[in-house]
């Protein structure tokens, strides 16, 4: 179906101060010329290590992190143009779902005043209407109007990320961008609320962007995943193509049980050697050929570009030129 969301060459370029005249010494690029479109309903999956830009991404989709550059068009309209205030409006239908549930609510509030709030601010229903809401929220997310006059601290880390996402669908958004909203939780409680949120998708047509570290997390939940590295998208494709026949080696490498041809060992598994590169001193070339068993000499020299392969994939890596 059409594309609901699309990013065109999102940046965010950090300047770091030093020196004795406080003068602009460096420049940290944590986000380099992302682009890619989400299509109504579906859910688009984006994983890379800590560092990589995917949570910066997200938050500059809601401009809650003002891009440096880029465009961000949401039906057919560049939300770079909007106003502060016109922003303010257009975050109502783009919400929100964060890694760390109790960090983002606020203790000092009932549940019930949490999940309101975003009605209060969208000037949504009168207070009997906004109370009649939460409870049905509350049911929705598999908890219950017993609920609503508690406070987060008396809830276990799943149900807090229940209530996040309560708060989350108040408003009733179409794009739902979750960053990490299970990380946080036991894997027997992430699996809990993975299906909930596929549950939500189905009963009212959600888009969603799920940021997580880990493909793994992503692999049931997404049509489409896109793999972050050092502020660029490295790859981006069907998920099954992606799970299965994974093409730069970085989605390789995220992918670890994907043996690497060797000639001297039958098979190896590819385990990531260093950490992520500092993004002020981006590696010359491709940004991950210091990390990576394929480089070749010109993957220290010229950068890979995003090309189209012919199933349709995207991928940036001088073996597919
Ligand atoms: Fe590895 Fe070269 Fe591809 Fe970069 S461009 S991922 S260094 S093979
Ligand atoms: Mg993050």
Redesign the pocket.
């Known amino acids: 179906s059409e594309s609901l969301l699309h990013v065109e060459n999102l940046k965010k370029y950090y300047p770091i101060t030093g020196g004795k005249f406080g003068r602009v010494s460096e420049t940290v690029r944590a986000v380099d010329g992302v682009s890619f479109s989400v299509r109504e309903g579906e859910t688009l999956g984006i994983v890379g290590e800590s560092g990589c830009g995917k949570s910066t991404t997200g938050r500059m989709i809601m401009r809650l992190i003002e891009p440096t550059e880029g465009k961000i068009v949401f039906q057919n309209r560049d939300l770079m143009n909007l106003s502060k205030k016109e922003m303010r409006k257009a975050r109502k239908d783009i919400q929100m779902i964060f890694q760390d549930p109790f960090a983002s609510l606020n203790p000092r509030h009932t549940v019930e005043h949490i999940i309101e709030e975003p009605m209060i601010v969208h000037h949504i229903g009168d207070r009997k209407q906004r109370k009649a809401r939460v409870e049905e929220l509350l049911e929705l997310v598999g908890l219950s109007s017993y609920h609503a006059k508690r406070y987060p601290h008396q809830f276990s880390g799943g149900q807090r990320q229940r209530i996040g996402i309560a708060r989350a669908l108040a408003v009733r958004p179409k794009v739902i961008i979750a960053d990490e909203p299970v990380s946080a939780l036991d894997v027997s409680v992430q699996s809990q609320v993975l299906n909930l949120l596929k549950d939500l998708q189905e009963k009212f047509h959600l888009t969603y962007i799920f940021i997580a570290h880990d493909l793994s997390v992503v692999r049931h939940i997404s049509d489409r995943v896109g793999v972050m590295y050092l502020g660029k998208l ?1 790859e981006l494709s069907e998920s099954e193509q992606l799970y299965d026949d994974p093409k ?3 989605t390789k490498a995220l992918l670890s049980s994907v043996p690497v041809p060797n000639p001297n060992v039958q098979t190896e598994r590819m385990i990531l050697q260093g950490d992520v590169p500092s993004p002020a001193h981006p590696p010359a ?5 210091d990390r ?5 000499d ?3 020299k010229e950068r ?1 570009h995003l090309k189209k392969l012919e199933d349709g994939r995207l991928v ?4 597919y030129d």
């Open positions: 490295v730069h080696p970085y070339g491709c940004s991950f050929h990576c068993p394929f480089a070749m010109i993957c220290s890979p940036s890596c001088h073996l």
